[in-house]
Protein backbone atom coordinates (compact mmCIF):
# COMPACT_ATOMS: atom_id res chain seq x y z
CA UNK A 1 0.00 0.00 0.00
CA UNK A 2 1.34 3.55 -0.28
CA UNK A 3 1.61 4.08 3.21
CA UNK A 4 3.97 1.38 3.80
CA UNK A 5 6.04 3.04 1.11
CA UNK A 6 5.89 5.86 2.55
CA UNK A 7 6.92 4.20 5.91
CA UNK A 8 9.73 2.54 4.25
CA UNK A 9 11.01 4.99 2.62
CA UNK A 10 11.01 7.38 5.60
CA UNK A 11 13.08 4.46 6.91
CA UNK A 12 15.62 4.77 4.46
CA UNK A 13 16.30 8.61 4.74
CA UNK A 14 15.87 8.94 8.75
CA UNK A 15 18.79 10.37 9.56
CA UNK A 16 21.32 7.62 12.12
CA UNK A 17 24.11 10.07 13.27
CA UNK A 18 24.28 13.37 15.46
CA UNK A 19 26.10 14.92 12.04
CA UNK A 20 23.24 14.76 10.00
CA UNK A 21 20.73 16.51 12.23
CA UNK A 22 22.84 19.17 13.89
CA UNK A 23 23.11 22.94 13.20
CA UNK A 24 26.39 23.77 10.93
CA UNK A 25 25.14 27.44 11.32
CA UNK A 26 26.10 27.99 14.88
CA UNK A 27 25.62 31.36 17.05
CA UNK A 28 27.70 31.43 20.26
CA UNK A 29 27.94 34.01 23.01
CA UNK A 30 31.43 34.89 24.68
CA UNK A 31 31.92 34.16 27.97
CA UNK A 32 32.60 37.70 29.63
CA UNK A 33 29.65 39.15 27.86
CA UNK A 34 26.58 40.60 29.77
CA UNK A 35 24.37 38.52 31.00
CA UNK A 36 21.36 40.97 29.93
CA UNK A 37 22.79 41.02 26.72
CA UNK A 38 21.42 37.27 26.23
CA UNK A 39 17.71 38.79 26.59
CA UNK A 40 17.50 40.33 22.79
CA UNK A 41 18.93 37.36 21.91
CA UNK A 42 16.57 35.00 23.58
CA UNK A 43 13.93 37.08 22.29
CA UNK A 44 15.19 37.38 18.40
CA UNK A 45 16.87 34.34 17.47
CA UNK A 46 14.45 31.79 19.72
CA UNK A 47 16.91 29.66 20.89
CA UNK A 48 16.88 28.60 24.22
CA UNK A 49 20.58 26.80 24.71
CA UNK A 50 23.57 28.83 23.18
CA UNK A 51 27.10 27.44 23.23
CA UNK A 52 29.82 29.56 25.13
CA UNK A 53 33.21 30.20 24.24
CA UNK A 54 36.24 31.57 25.33
CA UNK A 55 38.33 34.23 23.89
CA UNK A 56 40.35 32.15 21.19
CA UNK A 57 36.66 30.74 20.17
CA UNK A 58 36.74 27.24 22.39
CA UNK A 59 34.02 25.91 23.75
CA UNK A 60 33.78 26.36 27.51
CA UNK A 61 29.86 25.53 28.18
CA UNK A 62 26.34 26.13 27.75
CA UNK A 63 23.61 28.72 28.80
CA UNK A 64 20.50 27.96 29.10
CA UNK A 65 17.45 30.16 28.77
CA UNK A 66 16.66 28.53 32.55
CA UNK A 67 20.05 30.20 33.38
CA UNK A 68 18.75 33.30 32.23
CA UNK A 69 15.74 33.20 33.98
CA UNK A 70 17.40 32.30 37.46
CA UNK A 71 19.78 34.78 37.26
CA UNK A 72 17.42 37.64 36.85
CA UNK A 73 15.31 36.31 39.25
CA UNK A 74 18.40 35.88 41.55
CA UNK A 75 19.27 40.02 40.58
CA UNK A 76 22.57 38.61 39.95
CA UNK A 77 22.11 40.12 36.54
CA UNK A 78 24.99 42.61 35.40
CA UNK A 79 22.89 45.85 33.71
CA UNK A 80 26.40 48.14 33.10
Known amino acids: ????MILRALRITKP??????MAI???SVNQNDLIASL???LLT??????PV???EQKFVG???????IAALYSG????N
Open 76 to 79: SMNL
Open 16 to 21: NIVGQI
Open 62 to 68: IVTQSDL
Open 53 to 55: SDD
Open 45 to 50: RGYIIY
Open 25 to 27: AVF
Open 39 to 41: VPL
Open 1 to 4: TQSK
